[in-house]
Structure formats: structure tokens, C-alpha cells
């Protein structure tokens, strides 16, 4: 039974590569940090299945020893301050945990696990003012948020000790995937439970910024396929995870409304509270690489991902009534 080691569990990722890993059979350890407060509402389906062990990305002695106790063979380093909006808010915490986090986890494997294989989430925002369409994994990075400089330096650090020390280290380079269990502050998300909302007359409006700004979605629970696939070749490298299409936030509601029979100029509204300093204005991936030599697909669409987050959120709402 191989073990996998899991930052981020609680998260959106961590909990689909969490079922993912245990319906392979592996032996699932994640790492949460320690809190007066428990919440495991993502993995609560699995906590009798996963074995949690407290640490911190901020505290290199707590990972090392995890690493060391758990002797995990494949590390995912999913944790991350990873809301880009946030970043401009606290800087300096998310360069800590999404770019010094990633070195002080590389450390630990290093010591405590060496023939460990590690995954990096890289992220599509490290590309920002694209300089190139579509983006791929020769396409240099332009970062325009504190978030996405930091994932710049948690993906040349991985790439730095895989090429100095000699560790099985791979980033993947994944665009924006969503579910059901992406964080209400996400623009995804925060459109498919505003459309739910307006449906049941919760709400009479959805304030939003940029309408025009493009993205490459996916499914989540498809992505973390590509990253279990990353670890199980002969040789370490880097994968940019994407559909290849592009849709408008206007699109996004667009779609989101129709799945409740409503029009979606009636209610949203752009605020300008909402808009980054610093715009990218699209993203769009070419996953050409990730498909031909790990023989991964998305399997799930758009529009069918955004009606399926409609969904879970129109049941989440209803059965608090």
C-alpha cells in the first residue's frame, strides 16, 4: 500500500485527489494545520479513512517531522494562500506560504524522504500579461498579482531542487478548475451560488467586477487525476493542465442563470470593489504534452460543470430553508 502525503487536504483539491488516492488504494495522510476550530466540511465524508497529522507550512521542524513519521512515497503540496484577490490584501503572508511553504516542504522531503516523488501546484496565473496564446509550458511568466509571483517561485524552487539535488519534483502548471467545493470567494463559485440565491429570492442582485475577463475551466476532480499521473512516470517533468477553451465571466453567468430559468442582465451588476489592480484579461492553456504523454483528457465540459455547481448549491440552500 503506498502512501501519499497531502497539504491542502481541506481544500478543494485535496479532497478530490484524497478519494481519488484512496479509491487506488493508497494509505492517505494529510496535513491541517492545528485550530480551535475543525473545518474539515470538504473531507468530512473521509476523516475515518484519512489519517491527519498537524503541521505548518510556516514551521520547517513540524513538516520535517511529519515527513519523516509518515515516510510517505509521493508528497502533494496542494496548501497555498491561494485566493489571488487576498494577495494583494497580505502580500507578504501569501509570499510565506505559497512561495517560502513550498521550499520549507522541499526541505523536508529532502531530509526525511529523498526517494519520495513531490508534486508543486503551479498555476496558471504565474503566465498573467500572457506574452504568447495559448499558454504552454515554454511560455515565459508574467505575473500580475502577489499570488502569482509567489507560485513563480514555488515552480523554479521545485524545478531548482529537482536539478541540484536530484528529486523526483514536478510542477503542474494547472488553469482554473472548479466543483461544488470551490470557496464562495471564487468568481465561479460565487456566480453559481449567486444564480441559486436569486433563484429561490435570496438575493436581487450579484455585484461582480471584470465581465470580460477570460478563462480556461475545468473540473476539478479531473485534475487531480493529471497530477496523481505526473508522479508515475519514469522521469520528473512539468505538465500545463487544461481544457484548451476559454469563456468570459460574462459567459460564466450567462450559463449559471439559464440553469435556473432566469436572465442573468436582470441581476448582475459590475462593481468596481471588485476589479484587480492589475488585470489578466485571459488565460487559455495547451495541454498537448500533459495529453500525449500521460494519455490525460478533461472529461467534463463547461457548461456542464457550471450547471452541475448550480445544482449543488440550489440543494445547499433549499434544505437550509
Not at 529532502?110 to 515554454?138: D, L, M, W
Amino acid at each position: 500500500m503506498p502512501t501519499a502525503l497531502i497539504t491542502g487536504i481541506t481544500g478543494q483539491d485535496g479532497s478530490y485527489l484524497a478519494e481519488f488516492l484512496l479509491a487506488k488504494g493508497y494509505r492517505v495522510v494529510g496535513i491541517v494545520r492545528r485550530s480551535s476550530t475543525t473545518p474539515y466540511e470538504r473531507i468530512g465524508h473521509l476523516v475515518d479513512e484519512v489519517q491527519l497529522c498537524s503541521a505548518d507550512l510556516l514551521d520547517q521542524t513540524s513538516l520535517t517531522d511529519v515527513v519523516h513519521d509518515t515516510r510517505p512515497d509521493e508528497i502533494y503540496n496542494l496548501a497555498a494562500q491561494s485566493f489571488v484577490q487576498t494577495s494583494w490584501a497580505q502580500p507578504v503572508l501569501t509570499g510565506e506560504f505559497t512561495a517560502l511553504g513550498v521550499t520549507r516542504m522541499l526541505e523536508a522531503m529532502k531530509k526525511a524522504a529523498p526517494k519520495a516523488r513531490f508534486y508543486q501546484a503551479s498555476s496558471s496565473e504565474q503566465f498573467g500579461k500572457v506574452v504568447e496564446t495559448p499558454q504552454r509550458e515554454s511560455t515565459p511568466f508574467y505575473p500580475r498579482s502577489p499570488y502569482g509571483v509567489a507560485k513563480v517561485y514555488g515552480h523554479w524552487i521545485t524545478l531548482n531542487y529537482r536539478e541540484s539535488f536530484g528529486l523526483y519534483a514536478v510542477s503542474g502548471i494547472l488553469f482554473n478548475h472548479e466543483s461544488p467545493r470551490r470557496g464562495l470567494e471564487f468568481v465561479t463559485r460565487k456566480v453559481t451560488d449567486g444564480a441559486a440565491r436569486c433563484k429561490l429570492g435570496l438575493s436581487r442582485e450579484l455585484k461582480l467586477g471584470n465581465l470580460e475577463a477570460r478563462r480556461d475551466w475545468g473540473f476539478a476532480g479531473d485534475y487531480v487525476d493529471a497530477m496523481w499521473r505526473m508522479l508515475q512516470q519514469d522521469e520528473p517533468d512539468d505538465y500545463v493542465v487544461a481544457t484548451g477553451e476559454t469563456w468570459s465571466v460574462r459567459q460564466l453567468c450567462e450559463f449559471a442563470f439559464a440553469a435556473v430559468g432566469l436572465d442573468y442582465r436582470d441581476y448582475v451588476r459590475h462593481d468596481s470593489r471588485f476589479d484587480r489592480p492589475a488585470e489578466v484579461d485571459l488565460l487559455v492553456g495547451d495541454a498537448t504534452k500533459a495529453r500525449k504523454q500521460l494519455g490525460w483528457e478533461p472529461t467534463v465540459r463547461f457548461r456542464q460543470l457550471v450547471e452541475m455547481m448550480v445544482a449543488a448549491d440550489l440543494a445547499r440552500h433549499a434544505a437550509a430553508k
